[in-house]
């Protein structure tokens, strides 16, 4: 979506390193920022969400962190395994979009053995 | 587990042709979506619906219309099937009327307009 930037499209890492993937949003009424992976073949599915009242969550290997004066949020996921080769999408409710949720255009994750 | 179905997953069509693309969700979901998913530009809503014969137009409407007689089915159509339609056909169910719920997708269905 125009008011999601995600980058990079593509991000290649060697297995047991650190993989950070970066969205920018232009509404500063937006409040519910989450995060979905589309493995090969599969619908996306939802992994990890952040709402504005907290600045980061976290859930095993993933976080996300927030920075509303900055409008961007993102991903990390440590200790990379293969299982983390995906498609990964970031979305924001954006109040420009009457609250729906708009998606950046993707990251295409290949961890290398 | 949720479960989202989609009629099918490789679809060849000509154009002009009418398309009916459908989707079954198993959890009883409130909201039902259509997304189409085009490299480079991520996921974008088509159309949406929050209960029964009932449909809000999403970011990219155009061309396609949608139907939904029963809570679990969310049909999209397209009248006359274009080239520039040719995609990657996601649809998704949500529990309830708001769009900050987790929201289940199906596998896909990949449209090639000939």
């Known amino acids: 979506g125009e008011n999601v930037e995600q980058h990079p499209s593509t991000l290649s890492v060697q297995e047991g390193d650190s993989a950070v993937i970066k969205c920018t949003y232009s509404?500063?009424?937006?409040?519910?920022f989450p995060w979905y992976k589309q493995e090969l073949g599969k619908g996306p599915q939802l992994i990890i969400d952040?709402?504005?009242?907290?600045g980061e969550k976290k859930d095993q290997r993933i976080a996300v962190t927030l920075n509303k004066t900055a409008k961007h949020f993102s991903l990390h996921i440590t200790e990379t395994q293969p299982e983390d080769s995906a498609v990964y999408f970031c979305?924001?409710?954006?109040?420009?979009?009457?609250?729906?949720?708009?998606f950046g255009a993707g990251t295409t994750v290949t961890v290398r053995a | 587990d949720v479960k989202v179905t989609q009629s099918s997953r490789y679809l060849v069509k000509r154009t002009g042709e009418k398309v009916f693309l459908e989707c079954v969700q198993d959890?009883?979901?409130?909201?039902m979506f259509w997304y189409r998913q085009d490299p480079g530009l991520g996921l974008r809503l088509i159309y949406f619906?929050?209960?029964?014969?009932?449909?809000e137009k999403g970011d990219i409407p155009e061309g396609y219309s949608v139907s939904r007689e029963k809570k679990e089915r969310f049909s999209l159509i397209l009248e006359s099937a274009s080239t520039n339609q040719t995609s990657m056909y996601l649809c998704?169910?949500?529990?309830?009327?708001?769009?900050?719920?987790?929201?289940?997708f199906g596998p896909g269905t990949r449209l090639t307009v000939l």
């Open positions: 959890m009883d979901h409130e909201n």
């Open positions: 509404d500063s009424a937006s409040n519910y």
């Open positions: 998704a169910s949500s529990p309830t009327g708001t769009h900050t719920d987790t929201q289940y």
């Open positions: 952040i709402r504005s009242n907290v």
């Open positions: 619906s929050y209960d029964v014969k009932m449909k």
């Open positions: 979305a924001a409710l954006l109040r420009s979009n009457d609250y729906k949720l708009s």
